[in-house]
């Protein structure tokens, strides 16, 4: 059974930073295809970021380019999102995804086939 648990959510101040990390077990890291989506209150769940299975392709949405990264460490089972410069608009529960999918909808939540239970992100103004 593939398990994904996040961690690193909390409370961060506009322009503030936080490091996101969710940890992969129950299958060989390498072969999926990881992303991070986030959901707001009363919105829909919203792609943030994603990275290929060898680290070598990352995908971001417009609104974080620039201040998000996402990368993932194979040896360790983990993909992190640094995410800089923090606005309110960023207050959401971001949840980490996994796909074992061979044609590629980075951006499309019905295209992956695992996640994690989510951990919330506040950013005050």
């Known amino acids: 059974q593939v398990q994904l648990v996040e961690s690193g959510g909390g409370l961060a101040q506009a322009g503030g930073s936080l490091r996101l990390s969710c940890v992969v077990s129950g299958r060989t890291f390498s072969t999926l295809f990881m992303g991070w989506f986030r959901q707001a209150p009363g919105k829909e769940r919203g792609f943030v970021a994603a990275?290929?299975?060898?680290?070598?392709?990352?995908y971001y949405t417009d609104s974080v380019k620039g201040r998000f990264t996402i990368s993932r460490d194979n040896e360790k089972n983990m993909v992190s999102l640094q995410m800089n410069s923090l606005k309110p608009e960023d207050t959401a529960v971001y949840y980490c995804?996994?796909?074992?999918?061979?044609?590629?909808?980075?951006?499309?939540?019905?295209?992956?086939?695992?996640w994690g239970q989510g951990t919330q992100v506040t950013v005050s103004s």
């Open positions: 990275i290929n299975r060898s680290g070598s392709s990352t």
């Open positions: 995804a996994a796909s074992t999918r061979s044609t590629m909808f980075p951006a499309t939540p019905a295209w992956y086939d695992y």
